[in-house]
């Protein structure tokens, strides 16, 4: 078995029996975006081929299978993958986790065979990370047993929904609950669109989005209510229900844990977002690389041009965005497997496990999407005047996953996110991002927490207490303990001050806003930390649990290249906390060095390891 097979068998992880049958069937289905088609073909198009690629997707009831499939499709076309998220992962997941038996009888087997297709109606125009103020209105009227879906303002307006321009015919919508007088928040609610020749239902007025800035064949859209009436058993009434006569009842009586309750089973949105960032920041690197061992360029000697990748400043553009995507794979890998089995289990995860994961979900999606962002950027510009052509791909890549920091929330407020469960300690008492209640369950101490969420803790630990002591020997650099050490040890620091400067603040809620609003960027570097050090932990398992001794090596140095160019994009903060003396901080840059040229020779079999079969890369330059 070569090299390169025995790095994409560790990398495609516990689920690798879908990634591999989904590579040979959606091959086969010439998935490539046209772009000589109008905005009404595109869609046509998408909607066919999601029938076609149905057979590639396992349906809601396998949580790890169904997101592996979405993120293969996400190789092959993005519009494709986010309109098959929008029908089985967002639309479905929301009617199984937040509905009962007779909602899963009624509607799963229609929306798995795409008999009933629907949308994820949550965000609006006024409100979209801040989910718990939307405007929407699901009034219950006990006369005729009806609940009566309402947008009461312009800002209330359901806005940039997949699928409500043309296609949903059943809208997933969120919307505060009231009855006999009392708002209980927001839930979800089933709500008819269209009959069955695509026109509005009374009351529903669809309109469109048309272009964007990317997903061309996605039908986003927008969806306006006017005292739309629905029966009262269209309420997804996991978490709360209202009977006959109008009584609200619910097994969470906290309302804000019942919101979090529901929001947090509709984790795997978010998961998927992240994940299927990295499938297309892998193809676009698949391609850059690629072209990079084919492209030549100026004379090293009369006759003889130099291939870009031999050059040390290409191999800086490429091969640590090639390792950093390595390192977000393995770590997606662990958060894949972690809701797998929290969302299988029969009994209901323990409070702290649910919002860790929740947390470590959100941290990935932006850590992960942001990285998309610059991979693809620097990769279109690695192929120079013909990454810019649309044929070689990259700037479709681009556009489509540019949203992709937006989709499943603003990527600063999902850092926040994460730093606010670090810094409370996953209390319950403490739920969204209110400032005040971060300020005032600030954890007296993190280092424990950090510690608690170490994600292979014996593994890790025993790397940490086995690394060298303080040397002149800068190669320690390379020792995997004394890396894990130092992210370890900047994340304690990180929180340790941001609890601090948070608990600064009394009782007063305008002075505990004032006190959260100046801390919030040490709040938001305290969230990306935490994930860089999660990433690392996990790159450190899945060496562990390769079976390859020659995969194992070479994966070890692309541990290493992703750990010391972190340190290197965050040298200013190590040596300004003595972490690193200046000696030592102008090794890292050295040791960086070493590892590309230690690697390059492995350009081909890192790409080759990320699975994108070569024919369905869809780029014209790679075609001699």
């Known amino acids: ?14 689920w690798r029996h879908v990634r591999e049958q989904s ?17 009404d073909q595109a869609r046509a198009r998408v909607r066919s081929s999601s029938c076609r690629s149905r057979r590639c997707q396992r349906g809601t009831g396998d949580p790890g299978m169904a997101v592996t499939g979405i993120e293969m499709l996400a190789q092959f076309d993005l519009s494709l993958m986010v309109k098959a998220g929008v029908q089985w992962g967002l639309f479905g997941g ?22 009933i297709l629907g949308c994820f109606a949550m965000t609006e125009t006024g409100h979209g990370s801040d989910v718990q103020s939307l405007e929407t209105t699901a009034t219950f009227d006990p006369a005729t047993e009806e609940f009566v879906i309402h947008s009461p303002t312009p800002s209330s307006r359901k806005d940039y929904i997949g699928g409500a321009a043309a296609h949903a015919q059943v809208g997933a919508v969120f919307a505060q609950l009231v009855t006999k007088g009392e708002n209980h928040g927001v839930h979800c609610f089933l709500v008819p669109l269209r009959d069955d020749k695509g026109n509005d239902l009374p009351g529903v007025t669809t309109s469109d989005d048309k272009h964007k800035g990317g997903l061309g064949a996605v039908d986003n859209g927008r ?16 978490y709360g229900h209202v009977d006959e006569g109008g009584t609200y009842s619910s097994p969470i009586d906290n309302a804000n844990a019942r ?55 290409h191999q800086r553009r490429l091969l640590p965005l090639i390792a950093r995507s390595y390192a977000y794979r393995f770590a997606q890998n662990q958060l894949v497997a972690r809701m797998d089995r929290i969302q299988s289990s029969e009994e209901p995860p323990p409070p702290h496990q649910q919002r860790e994961l929740e947390s470590r979900a959100a941290g990935l999606k932006a850590a992960q999407t942001w990285h998309a962002t610059k991979a693809i950027q620097e990769a279109r510009e690695a192929c120079g005047g013909a990454g810019y052509l649309a044929e070689n791909r990259l700037t479709t890549l681009k556009g489509d996953t540019d949203v992709f920091t937006t989709f499943e929330g603003d990527n ?18 403490v739920g969204g991002l209110d400032p005040v209640g971060l300020v005032r369950f600030a954890a007296s101490t993190v280092a424990d927490v950090v510690k608690e969420r170490t994600a292979a803790s014996q593994l890790i630990q025993r790397l940490i207490d086995a690394r060298p002591g303080k040397s002149d020997d800068d190669h320690d650099l390379l020792d995997r303990g004394t890396q894990l050490s130092l992210f370890e040890d900047r994340e304690e620091h990180v929180l340790e001050t ?35 050090r999660i990433v690392l932990e996990a790159f450190t398992a ?9 995969a194992q090596e070479l994966l070890r140095d692309v541990c290493s290249l992703y750990a010391l160019t972190s340190i290197e994009e965050d040298l200013a903060w190590f040596m300004g906390h003595n972490r690193l003396a200046d000696t030592r901080a102008k090794t890292v840059t050295t040791l960086v060095n070493e590892l590309l040229e230690k690697l390059r020779p492995h350009t081909l079999t890192l790409i080759e390891g990320f699975g994108v079969p070569e024919e369905t890369l869809g780029a014209a330059m790679l075609v001699d």
Do not use: W
């Not at 929301?94 to 008999?115: F, M, R, V, W």
């Not at 948070?502 to 994930?531: C, M, P, W, Y």
């Open 542 to 550: 899945g060496i562990a649990r390769c079976e390859s001794p020659e």
């Open 498 to 532: 941001a609890a601090r400067r948070l608990r600064r603040a009394g009782s007063d809620k305008a002075e505990a806003f004032t006190v959260f609003n100046s801390a919030q960027d040490h709040v938001i570097r305290a969230g990306r930390v935490h994930i860089e």
């Open 23 to 39: 590579r040979k069937d959606l091959a086969a289905l010439d998935l490539a975006f046209d772009h000589d088609l109008t905005l």
């Open 223 to 238: 969806l306006v209510f006017d005292q739309v009436r629905i029966p009262r058993e269209n309420l997804l009434n996991k």
């Open 412 to 429: 600063h407020v999902l850092f926040q996110l994460v730093a606010k469960e670090l810094l409370t300690a996953y209390a319950a008492e």
């Open 94 to 115: 929301a009617i199984e986790n937040l509905g009962t038996d007779k909602h899963h009888q009624a509607y799963i087997p229609g929306l798995i065979n795409l008999d």
């Open 259 to 313: 919101f979090f309750t529901m929001l947090g089973t509709l984790v795997r949105g978010r998961v998927s977002v992240g994940g299927s960032a990295s499938a297309a920041t892998e193809v676009a690197l698949s391609i850059a690389g690629r072209y990079a061992l084919k492209r030549r360029q100026f004379s090293s000697e009369p006759g003889q041009e130099v291939l870009l990748m031999d050059y040390r400043m």
């Open 1 to 14: 078995m070569a090299l390169s097979d025995d790095v994409r068998i560790a990398l495609d992880g516990k």
